[in-house]
């Protein structure tokens, strides 16, 4: 589930040091399954624990997570290292924005699970993004894009060498993907 490294836990045992007794950590996500989801890491005092919480105990301290975020911190992972600049807390959480799918969902709760969670951050760094339409009886994956993907003059190159690749790569039933987006029409293409 969430792997909190050695100095990682060193850390938070010396931030705890100086709280009271019985303070540990609460591990959460805001607004789970949305572009918006944020992780975060907090002092979680004896009267924030709550009997429905997960708990995962460490040498030093313990860590809360509410039953809401807990399907959405699968593979997180915490870190510290320490640079010149001074300590970096690093919390990694891959499915906070999208509820993980297990591998016998449905074929289109997988294909968009994966444009959520792998495709659409990535598009959004150019004020992209790509929404699944249909898959065909033989198993086109059917896709329209918007924002600074819809005109964009490199879409076909994300289409096939990023997004068709890593469906068909993660997604074996899948035979292909196709844009149906009018690229003519885009309001504000990013090229």
């Not at 997570?65 to 593979?75: G, H, V, Y």
């Not at 844009?179 to 003519?184: A, G, L, R």
Request: charged residues 25%.
């Amino acid at each position: 589930m969430i792997t909190v490294s050695a100095d990682a836990q060193s850390h938070f045992a010396k931030l705890l040091s100086d709280q009271d007794p019985g303070t540990h950590i609460r591990i959460f996500v805001t607004n789970p399954g949305t572009p918006r989801a944020e992780c975060g890491v907090a002092y979680c005092p004896k009267d924030d624990q709550n009997e429905d919480d997960h708990v995962i105990e460490y040498e030093a301290f313990s860590a809360y997570i509410d039953a809401k975020s807990l399907p959405f911190l699968e593979d997180a992972s915490i870190d510290y290292e320490m640079s010149q600049m001074g300590g970096q807390l690093t919390l990694k959480a891959p499915n906070a924005r999208a509820k993980p799918v297990s591998d016998d969902a449905p074929l289109m709760e997988r294909v968009q699970f994966l444009l959520d969670s792998e495709i659409n951050p990535q598009l959004a760094n150019h004020g992209g993004q790509v929404g699944l339409v249909e898959i065909t009886e033989d198993g086109v994956a059917i896709l329209q894009f918007g924002g600074g993907c819809q005109g964009c003059g490199m879409v076909d190159v994300t289409l096939k060498q990023g997004i068709e690749k890593n469906l068909l790569e993660k997604v074996p039933e899948l035979k292909g993907v196709r844009d149906i987006t009018d690229h003519n029409s885009g309001d504000n293409p990013y090229y």
